[in-house]
């Protein structure tokens, strides 16, 4: 059974500075405006059933670490979707068809963002087309059928299904509602990041007075790490130091920054962190990231299946929390950093630290949830 003591050992997989690290508000919200970003918040929270998600203080992993709070922003609770994604393809969706009932909307997914952009479709009476690749589980295309959503699956991986997706979108005339951006295809992945940005909007008045000393984001092609950079931008009176964690399999915004200019890598295995496995950064988080982020970090999935575990045993916190597999990077980073005094000491981790930390979905894939509970590891 996993307990909290044999965190001790974990480790990161690796680690970077990066040297072009030049934080500058005005420059984030030129790329992202604040404009964007209110009128994101200001359309989510009318929803129907919006209300702020928690962020839980992991009291006994603070303990543990002897750092003073690690905060987790429990995106479980999302409006029943079960991930933060809620916020950013439904919003675009609204925003994209502005009323019209006649667009019909595609888009590609490793599993969340589809879901959103169905619910979002379903919720104005739009037809859905969600292209999924091999990968992507029976159980999550069921959710997205289950929003009325007409579910392609591609053979291969999710960037062929991207160009499938934009292949049958242009034949067919359809709008195309993703959170990738590419040449000329700016706005809606604009629109989504600025509904993602709403977490921050609601972090920065659940923390009150208390500054945070720390966030780590995740990052798959870069969307929701960016976004929340923009919302810190929007948000926040003080900078933390950002990093960004990613699966050590599919590190392209490591390797982006190493070598300054986006790097498409090749996946060799996929990461049980399916919405994290992507080989390239996207245009848009590259350009707001790049000088943004103070560090990065690549985690291996052997911790995934434990942090769920003692998520979900109450083992970090007072309370158990339903985390699902790209919610444990962040925290087994942390753990990974803290195991390392030397770079617990160069990025300033210590007993007065406030890390934030993003649990960006919960039992979003059920199946997968219950393997992981029941994984004996």
Same mark, same amino acid.
């Given at each position: 059974?996993?307990? !909290?003591?044999?965190?001790?050992?974990?480790?990161?997989?690796?680690?970077?500075?990066?040297?072009?690290?030049?934080?500058?508000?005005?420059?984030?919200?030129?790329?992202?405006?604040?404009?964007?970003?209110?009128? =994101? %918040?200001?359309?989510?929270?009318?929803?129907?059933?919006?209300?702020?998600?928690?962020?839980?203080?992991?009291?006994?992993?603070?303990?543990?670490?002897?750092?003073?709070?690690?905060? %987790?922003?429990?995106?479980?609770?999302?409006?029943?979707?079960?991930?933060?994604?809620?916020?950013?393809?439904?919003?675009?969706?609204?925003?994209?068809?502005?009323?019209?009932?006649?667009?019909?909307?595609?888009?590609?997914?490793?599993?969340?963002?589809?879901?959103?952009?169905?619910?979002?479709?379903?919720?104005?009476?739009?037809?859905?087309?969600?292209?999924?690749?091999?990968?992507?589980?029976?159980?999550?295309?069921?959710?997205?059928?289950?929003?009325?959503?007409?579910?392609?699956?591609?053979?291969?991986?999710?960037?062929?299904?991207?160009?499938?997706?934009?292949?049958?979108?242009?034949?067919?005339?359809?709008?195309?509602?993703?959170?990738?951006?590419?040449?000329?295809?700016?706005?809606? $992945?604009?629109?989504?990041?600025?509904? %993602?940005?709403?977490?921050?909007?609601?972090? *920065?008045?659940?923390?009150? !007075?208390?500054?945070?000393?720390?966030?780590?984001?995740?990052?798959?092609?870069?969307?929701? =790490?960016?976004?929340?950079?923009?919302?810190?931008?929007?948000?926040?009176?003080?900078?933390?130091?950002?990093?960004?964690?990613?699966?050590?399999?599919?590190?392209?915004?490591?390797?982006?920054?190493?070598?300054?200019?986006?790097?498409?890598?090749?996946?060799?295995?996929? *990461?049980?962190?399916?919405?994290?496995?992507?080989?390239?950064?996207?245009?848009?988080?590259?350009?707001?990231?790049?000088?943004?982020?103070?560090?990065?970090?690549?985690?291996?999935?052997?911790?995934?299946?434990?942090?769920?575990?003692?998520?979900?045993?109450?083992?970090?916190?007072?309370?158990? !929390?339903?985390?699902?597999?790209?919610?444990? $990077?962040?925290?087994? =980073?942390?753990?990974?950093?803290?195991?390392?005094?030397?770079?617990?000491?160069?990025?300033?981790?210590?007993?007065?630290?406030?890390?934030?930390?993003?649990?960006?979905?919960?039992? =979003?894939?059920?199946?997968?949830?219950?393997?992981?509970?029941?994984?004996?590891?």
């Amino acid at each position: 059974m996993s307990k !909290i003591s044999e965190v001790s050992n974990w480790k990161y997989s690796k680690f970077l500075k990066n040297e072009k690290n030049n934080f500058n508000k005005n420059s984030i919200l030129k790329i992202l405006p604040k404009l964007f970003i209110d009128e =994101a %918040y200001n359309v989510i929270s009318r929803w129907n059933n919006y209300f702020p998600t928690p962020l839980i203080s992991l009291k006994k992993l603070s303990k543990k670490l002897n750092l003073n709070q690690i905060f %987790y922003k429990d995106e479980s609770k999302r409006f029943n979707l079960k991930s933060f994604k809620a916020l950013g393809g439904a919003y675009a969706v609204e925003k994209i068809t502005d009323g019209n009932k006649e667009i019909i909307i595609s888009t590609a997914t490793a599993g969340n963002h589809g879901r959103s952009v169905a619910w979002g479709s379903k919720n104005l009476g739009l037809n859905c087309k969600i292209f999924i690749s091999k990968y992507v589980s029976e159980n999550r295309a069921e959710v997205m059928r289950s929003f009325g959503a007409d579910v392609i699956r591609v053979d291969g991986n999710y960037e062929d299904s991207l160009n499938e997706c934009i292949r049958q979108s242009k034949k067919n005339n359809w709008q195309i509602v993703q959170d990738v951006a590419w040449k000329d295809y700016i706005l809606v $992945p604009k629109l989504t990041m600025a509904g %993602y940005s709403v977490m921050m909007k609601e972090i *920065s008045e659940q923390i009150k !007075i208390q500054k945070i000393s720390h966030i780590i984001l995740q990052a798959g092609v870069g969307g929701m =790490a960016a976004a929340m950079v923009a919302g810190i931008a929007r948000y926040l009176d003080h900078v933390p130091q950002i990093i960004v964690v990613e699966p050590e399999s599919a590190a392209c915004v490591l390797a982006s920054i190493k070598n300054e200019k986006i790097e498409k890598i090749l996946i060799e295995k996929e *990461s049980i962190m399916g919405g994290m496995s992507c080989g390239e950064v996207s245009l848009i988080p590259w350009e707001i990231l790049k000088n943004s982020i103070s560090y990065c970090v690549t985690v291996s999935d052997e911790y995934v299946s434990k942090t769920v575990k003692l998520l979900a045993r109450g083992e970090f916190s007072s309370e158990k !929390i339903v985390g699902g597999e790209c919610s444990t $990077p962040g925290i087994i =980073a942390l753990i990974g950093l803290c195991n390392d005094k030397q770079i617990k000491d160069q990025i300033n981790l210590n007993v007065d630290s406030n890390v934030l930390l993003i649990g960006c979905e919960g039992d =979003a894939d059920e199946n997968l949830y219950q393997e992981l509970l029941k994984k004996n590891d």
